[in-house]
Each structure stands twice: as C-alpha cells, then as structure tokens.
C-alpha cells in the first residue's frame, strides 16, 4: 500500500497522511512516497502525521528538507538567520534551538527538566497580552477567551527566502477537552478551539474572496519589507485579530536597527503561485511590511496606508468559516505549506501549563515569484 491523503472532513482545507504500511518515520519514504507526500501538502496545504511522538530532530529536518531542493541543507541555519533572537524582536522570547539539531527549535510552554539534550529551560506561548494594543480583560481570559496571536509566513523576511515547508511536532498538547474561543471584535462572531490550536488560512481561498478588480491588483503590487522586520516592529503593538500594526509613529528608525543593506531587503510579490499546484494565494505578512509599491505606476503607499490596504484585502479571509484550527493530539506531525498559508499562534497559557513542540524550517534559496507578474525590482527601501 503507497501513501494516501485523507481530505479532513468539516474542514476548508487540510488532509490526514495514512503512511505505507511498513514507514515509520518519513524521512525515509521511498521517492515514490515522498512524490505523493509532496503533492498532498500542496494539494491540502497542510497535513498530519498522525503518532510520530518519537521522531528525531534529526529526521524532522531531513524530512523538512526534502521538500525544497534549493534550501541550504549544509548550513546550520533555521529559517529566521542571526537575528531570531536579537534583544529588540518581536521573536526574542519564541522558543529554544536543540543542541545537537540546531534548525530544529523547541517551543512551547511551562518548566521542563529536559529535552534532546536541553536541560531545565522555561518556555512561554506567545500571547495576545504582550503583542496586540489592546489585549483582553483578565475577565475575559478566564471565561475562555484567545485571540489569534499574529497572522504570519514562517520568514525572516530580511536576506533569507520564506521556507517552503514548516514541520511542527506535538510531543506534550492540552487535551482536546480544554476548549477556548476567539470573539471577532468587529462581526462578534465566536469561534472554538481547543487551547493552543494552531489556526491556518489558505492564502488561495484568500485570494479567491477578492474581486476580480482586487486581484488583478494584487497581482501587480510589490510588497516592501522593512529591513530586520522584527526589530523594526519590536515597540510597536498589533491590531486584535492579529493581521497587523497598529500605527502610532513607534517603529524603529532605520538608523536604530542593526546595520541592513538595500539588496538583502525583501521586496517580494503579494500574490504567490504555487509551482505545484499553480494556485495564486494571496501571501503577506501584514505586522512586518513597509511599503506596497503598484507595479503598473510606480505608487507608493505609506505605512500606515499599507497597512490599512492589506488589512482590506486580508480581513474577509479570516472569517470563522475559512480558518482551520488544528486540535493537537501528542504526536501529530502537522507539515504545512508556508508559502501558500497565514498561520497563527492561539490559546492563553498560565505560567504552569505544559505545551512541548518541535519545529522547523528552512529558509528557501529562492523568493517566492507571482507568475506572468515580476515585482518591481529598481525600488528602494525608503526611511520613516
Ligand atoms: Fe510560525
């Protein structure tokens, strides 16, 4: 029996991953296997691997690797490059790197003795309270509600190309019985999940809600990233559902940033076509963007107008309707396509519960391209 993908049921998108019979550990599917595995993840966007508890850093990164021949698979480097943890990021406190994998970061929540090597660390989930404007009442947390934390792509987003997959491993999860709920501050609609789900958008499904008029749009607009995006937002707070910043004035100069040059700046699409599949999904990180240039006229829009732009063409995607949130059962390997998905952090954490994950990716050796639309390649990353 060959490997099969089981489309989930009630939900927009995603699939379960039956293995061949005989494989434990995929990382060592035969190329036949790997084909089908490959294609399930483009097709569903993102898929689980049921009781995989066990696998190794090391074959959650060979794995990882095999689906990006252009990723740097000597390099030691996971998919944000030196300045993950620099002391002003937004990403500082997200996790720890396994000694002896280090493309392989543990994240999670609560005191653990040890792990792969790791011994007596704390991790912290993150969490709406430290990121968004206006965070939730502590009334609010205790009658169950979350937020969805950030809306993201997995990328450094400065030098390093997006990662084409990200692998996340669940080793210690809340039980599905821990049931939490996201309220829409604007349409009040009310969304369950399980603590500390991990919800997705299809970045297609995206795209597809927009009119005909948005996307031909879209599809010829170059999204400038500002350079260390991280750092550059590191003062600044996002809107509640997650989907970007909120503007009041508090980024970094560029002068305040670790130094940056023009040519490892991210100019990239806002619309990306799928190699595999050739769907055009709608991809863009709305916290860490700069500028939106047009390509056909050369306008520029301003920060704050930037991100009020794709907060317009974002919003409609988020709906409850369109996001899957996936409930972890200990051991699932969940392989999502990040270049063709927004994912995000949920679930309120107190500093005693336990949340233990593997994760990894790899910055890709090649951006993300909108097909029969190049970006505009002579514009320059202007100052605040
Ligand atoms: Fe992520």
Known sequence: MSLKAIPLTNAPFGATIQLPQDATDPSLLGQEDFDLLEKALHTYKVIVIPDQKNLSPRSQYVLTTRFDETCDKEGKSYGHGKTFRHKDSVLKKDGHTVPSQPQVQII????WEEDNGLKDFDLTQPSQRTFHKDTLTDEQTAAGQTRFYRWHIDSALYELSPPKCTTLLGIHVPGADEQQKIVYEDTKEEFSLTKGATAFISG????????KGDQELAMN???????HPYIFIGRSKATSDGLTMVSEGKELSFDELPEWEESKVKKLPLVWTDPITGEHSLQVHGCCIFNLVRNKTGERLGLEESRQEVYRLMRPAIAPKHVYA???TAGDLVLFSNRQLWHSVTGEFSK???????????ASGEDPVCEGHPVA???KVRNV
């Open 377 to 379: 390649s002579d514009i």
């Open 326 to 328: 996936h409930s972890w």
């Open 221 to 227: 607009t170059t999204v400038v990233y500002a350079p």
């Open 204 to 211: 297609a499904i995206a795209f597809n809600l927009l009119s």
């Open 108 to 111: 999670g929540n609560g005191h």
């Open 352 to 362: 005693d519960d336990k949340r233990l994950m593997h994760q990894c990716n790899i």
